[in-house]
């Protein structure tokens, strides 16, 4: 709890958004990660989320001992599933997809990863994980079995963010899906922002400094970039910047 309090200070402090750089461990080589790492510590990210929809490589727990000791930078967990949940990670994120009716995603796989966070003395935060439409079907997506929010529906997002607020998950997660084709629309953010007691995190889709920036201005307080930094980590000082980070 102490550092993701640590982390929402530096919102206020700024009055800009965090940034976190997403690792997904079954999709980036030892060579682009370890440049990946030295470059968002060079350039004073915030925190690297390690996650994915699925999880096919056991090396989780010694690939966040690495990261630690080369990023210096608080190394949190976004579990696709109970697997993610490793003694090593400074914090977890305690999703609940929110936005699907799929039973294994609502609790099932919460009540593994509680065991485990229980079990390994973990600190979490409660999030809702809302998936909202992205122009395709997402890994996400198709792995959930679950369908999106439809993307011009901000009202049924309403809904699912107080439905969250009453459930105690005052955090919330708008997410396009990896390499999503559309992002997050602004004005999706902009009623989760209106609605939610705790902080708006925004993912999927994002490459260009332009979307962060308009992200930001809609509500975001934390950006969220994966795919775009495996693909071209040149894009990360000018992602980095635009939400505000100096």
């Known amino acids: 709890m102490e550092l993701w309090n640590n982390l929402i200070k530096r919102i206020r402090k700024r009055e800009r958004a965090l940034f976190f750089t997403l690792i997904d461990p079954d999709n980036m080589d030892h060579s682009k990660l370890k440049t990946t790492v030295q470059r968002v510590k060079s350039l004073r990210g915030d925190a690297i989320l390690v996650g994915g929809s699925t999880l096919f490589k056991d090396n989780l727990p010694q690939l966040i001992d690495w990261l630690k000791d080369t990023a210096d930078l608080p190394v949190i ?64 997506e198709f792995i959930s079995n679950t369908r999106p929010i439809p993307r011009n529906k901000p009202e049924v997002l309403a809904a699912h963010v107080l439905a969250a607020n009453s459930m105690g998950m005052v955090n919330v997660y708008l997410e396009g899906g990896s390499g999503a084709k559309l992002t997050v629309p602004e004005q999706m953010i902009e009623v989760a922002a209106l609605h939610a007691q705790g902080k708006v995190i925004v993912g999927g889709g994002i490459t260009s400094p332009g979307e962060v920036e308009s992200k930001v201005k809609a509500g975001a307080d934390i950006i969220v970039v994966g795919t775009a930094v495996e693909r071209n980590i040149e894009v990360l000082p000018e992602l980095i910047s635009a939400a505000g980070i100096k």
Do not use: C, H
């Open 77 to 140: 967990i976004f579990p696709g599933n109970s697997k993610f949940i490793v003694p090593q990670a400074d914090l977890v994120l305690f999703l609940s997809l929110l936005s699907g009716r799929n039973p294994r995603w609502l609790i099932e796989e919460q009540l593994e990863m509680a065991v485990k966070i229980n079990q390994y003395n973990l600190p979490s935060i409660p999030v809702a994980y809302l998936l909202v439409e992205s122009g395709s079907t997402t890994t996400v």
